[in-house]
């Protein structure tokens, strides 16, 4: 299998040496997306009562809100911030399809991202599927793979897992637990985040439904963004699995910036400008040539 791969690992962002007030470290990370919860949920927000919930002083207030309004997830105002009025939200959480629909949508190009990100996965590792459509499809290549530790946080994975692991004793599956979202067949709330936060892993894949340059990784559904961000805080890597569909896009509930990323894989009907443009904010972009078989006609 031959992917093209964009490499900017030379302005890797994962660097342990970075400020505290660039961007980059995770913490400050996890304190802009609180501000931007603030901000959502109140609409819009004082500095002081930034200031009081987030726990952070003024000064770093005013430069994340500076930056959170430079990337364009909330709008700057004299002595606070206002949240961006997503006016579509409700309308494009009702038309999400459900995750049997899913499943058997883009059905080539996710089989496509699987085995490329199958061929990310080495024998030994401790790694993380999210529930996501796409991990589905990464199950089939881990059949010969050994001494795999996999945590997942979705039911019908575990189950798939569970049948793989008859025919491969080598595998180890762990469960979250937790409370079952119906719309994903996902653990998430208090147990589920808990439990991942035990682990610290080689990888994480994580899929989503919407990705772009400017808003980062963003979900419809606010309930599974913690379990989410527990995932990417305790990986070493962090993959994202996103078919051609999902660039451009942006929903309400901010998962991360672009900047945790280690590796996009994508499929093959990503345009040109998309992928450069994902190339200039994360350090490795992989495109996944569809299978031999598969054809490139426009569904």
Known sequence: MTERTFDTSAGNVHSSEVSADDGRAFLTIERRMKIV???????????????????ASPATVRRDLAWLDEKGLITRTRGGATAIDYSTQATLRRTVPAYEQRLNEYVEEKRSIG???AEHIHD???????????NHYVLPYLTRKRDLTVITNSLYI?????????????????????TLFMRSYSFIGMIAEQALSQFYVDKAFIGLRGISLHHGLTSPFPEEIPVKRQMIKCAR???????HTKFNLTFASLIAPLNVVHTLITDARITPEVARQMSAAIPHVVIAPLIEGASLEKV
């Open 37 to 55: 919860e603030i901000i959502n949920m109140q609409k819009t927000a004082t500095i002081a009562e930034i200031v009081e919930r987030s726990g």
């Open 115 to 117: 085995q490329c990100a």
């Open 124 to 134: 030994g590792e401790t790694i993380i599927l999210d529930a996501s459509s796409t």
């Open 158 to 178: 575990s189950k798939e897992l569970l049948t793989i692991s008859e025919t491969n004793p080598s595998l180890t599956v762990i469960c979250s637990g937790g």
């Open 237 to 243: 890597q962090v993959f994202i699995l996103a078919d």
